[in-house]
């Protein structure tokens, strides 16, 4: 018999002789199969199976950190809030929704109204040719809170906020890893929410600026935590507050947002590092508040307006 005959063939292609192996598992390979390794070959099977088993590398708050680095929540957020935009001013059926502060019928539907004067449980309009009757938050509306984080009043309102976002938020997903931080930006954003409807009951309020406000308090906490400076930052939002108060900006949702923010920090930074798995149960606990303080204030506007 040959010396050609009875060469071992590459276990991926079989009509390749070779007389290279696997350091792991000894399997023939060839060359286009071949991956370097510190010493020898090894085959793409066993390097698989090496990088299955190779711990993630995390972040300081045990988020996943090449994830993170991407800044692919941030980027779908900003494109979200773009998207939500634009069908705003298409159910408008005009451009003015992109120039001015006017209620669109998407904002009629998704914005949040916590009451409307005259016992007025539901909104009834037009959407693309359907009608649709949306109750408002105190008749149950309590998707609005979240909803409304997504609809912004003219083109100016979007263009602070996604700048914002896009500043600080790839900067704390990077630090946070991308659950973490999409929680914290959800979590902030409903605590606006939840202040607006504690105390501007009576308005209808839309936008991504509460989670925005929440991402300044979470920066805070964690750049403490990571020994880094907040001189800027603090600046930075002491401008936005004293803007807030001239412009006549939803001040309860902003502040709001703030406080969801830096107790989002408090979750982040005042976990024992060996047990960041409690994060989540922070998390929870936060969101059951807002839900209750909700369930509370609905309570309230039921016995003194009989909306319910």
Not at 126 to 148: H, K, N, Q, S, W
Not at 189 to 216: I, M
Request: proline share 3%.
């Amino acid at each position: 018999m040959s010396e050609e005959q009875t060469a071992p063939t590459c276990y991926r292609h079989r009509n390749r002789q070779t007389y290279l192996r696997c350091v792991r598992c000894d399997k023939p390979i060839c060359a286009d199969c071949r991956i370097d390794a510190p010493v020898g070959f090894q085959c793409p099977d066993c390097v698989a199976a090496g990088r299955r088993t190779m711990r993630q590398t995390r972040s300081s708050f045990g988020g996943g950190a090449r994830a993170g680095a991407a800044g692919t929540v941030t980027k779908v957020l900003i494109g979200l809030n773009v998207a939500v935009f634009l069908l705003a001013a298409i159910s408008a059926g005009s451009l003015a929704a992109a120039t001015g502060s006017m209620m669109t019928p998407l904002h009629w539907i998704g914005a949040e109204i916590g009451f409307l004067p005259g016992f007025q449980t539901s909104v009834t309009v037009d959407v693309f040719g359907l009608e649709v009757t949306a109750p408002v938050v105190a008749a149950g509306g309590y998707y609005r809170m979240i909803t409304a984080m997504f609809l912004h009043f003219g083109v100016i309102h979007l263009l602070f906020n996604m700048v914002v976002l896009w500043l600080l938020g790839r900067i704390l997903e990077r630090d946070l890893g991308p659950a973490r931080f999409l929680t914290a930006y959800m979590l902030s954003g409903l605590a606006g929410s939840v202040a607006v409807y504690l105390f501007s009951f009576d308005t209808s309020t839309a936008g991504a600026s509460g989670a925005v406000y929440g991402l300044f308090g979470l920066m805070i906490l964690i750049n403490r935590k990571l020994k880094r400076d907040n001189q800027g930052l603090y600046v930075l939002l002491g401008l936005n507050l004293v803007l807030t108060l001239i412009m006549g900006f939803s001040f309860a949702g902003h502040v709001g947002g703030l406080i969801g923010g830096l107790a989002c920090g408090a979750i982040l930074t005042f976990t024992p590092r060996e047990r960041r798995s409690l994060h989540w149960v922070g998390f929870a606990v936060l969101l059951v508040l807002l839900a209750v303080i909700t369930f509370f204030q609905t309570g309230l506007l039921d016995n003194q307006y009989d909306i319910v």
